[in-house]
């Protein structure tokens, strides 16, 4: 995505938490005026190329976009190795697993809110409201965000985001009632992660939630078409994720 990094500043800043220091990836276009921030937080696999190529398209179009390793606590750079075709899938995902299941939706929320402050600190940064955008395991991310601050997210959407409606006290779904914001979900059509069942209950529960939402199934897809590193990449499927993202931001930041 060479077009989008000859038109960005790229950084990476550490951020105090109450667990530690949660290293963050920072992408804003060059030019020196204040920008609407967006928060993008990444699938299980970790902060890495794919990831950042998507935080400087978005980027590029006018935001200020901040990527957290929200790994901080096991790991500073941890990305996962080959997950499919390849001698060390099973290796490979149980160290995924490992730095997945360290963290909960109360720790990822705490880590949102230091992340906010630091927002509000940033010169760079235009006052006012956020802007979301999580992958996989983070798209239940965006939901919990979205409840624990509903007073700074304008926004969210969510790709093929698994665990929505997950059978534990802070699970997405239990907290649907506690949103304000606009929030976007798409998923895959063929997604053994996320099954259509799965996606059929949640938004039984989002037709009782008191914001605005809208849910897509994306046909032909896989869990992952997104990510250019996939092998389920499906390059017109991602290329739609981005105009629907960029338009939601529009709308609201």
């Known amino acids: 995505m060479a077009g989008a990094s000859n038109v ?6 550490d ?3 109450a667990d530690g220091v949660m290293n963050t990836y920072r992408v ?11 928060v993008m937080l990444t699938d299980a696999a970790g902060v890495r190329t794919a990831l950042r190529d998507i935080a400087r398209r978005i980027a590029a179009a006018g935001y200020v976009v901040f990527v ?7 790991s500073r750079d941890f990305v996962a190795g080959p997950l ?3 001698p060390d899938v099973e290796k490979n995902t149980a160290e995924m697993t490992r730095h997945r299941t360290a963290i909960g939706y109360p720790d990822v929320s ?15 940064v235009r006052p006012g ?31 093929y985001g698994t665990r929505l409606m997950a059978d534990v006290p802070q699970a997405p779904w239990r907290r649907l009632g506690e949103i304000e914001a606009e929030l976007y979900f798409a998923f895959a059509e063929f997604d053994s992660h996320v099954p259509l069942d799965q996606v059929a209950a949640f938004k039984a529960h989002l037709a009782q939630a008191p914001f605005k939402s809208t849910v897509d199934i994306v046909p032909g897809t896989g869990h992952g078409y997104a990510f250019a590193d996939s092998v389920t990449y499906n390059k017109p499927a991602a290329e739609q994720h981005f105009q629907t993202v960029l338009a939601l931001f529009r709308r609201h930041l």
């Open 84 to 86: 499919h075709n390849h």
């Open 129 to 159: 409201k956020v802007g979301t955008v999580g992958y996989c395991m983070s798209g239940a991310y965006i939901v919990t965000t979205a409840a624990s601050w509903p007073g700074r997210i304008a926004c969210g959407a969510s790709f």
């Open 110 to 124: 705490r880590d949102i809110g230091a992340l906010l402050d630091h927002i509000d600190a940033d010169r760079s």
């Open 28 to 38: 804003r276009p060059r030019q020196a005026v204040p920008y609407p921030a967006v």
């Open 15 to 17: 951020i105090a938490t």
């Open 68 to 74: 957290p390793n929200l790994y901080y606590r096991t």
């Open 8 to 13: 960005v500043i790229e950084s990476d800043v």
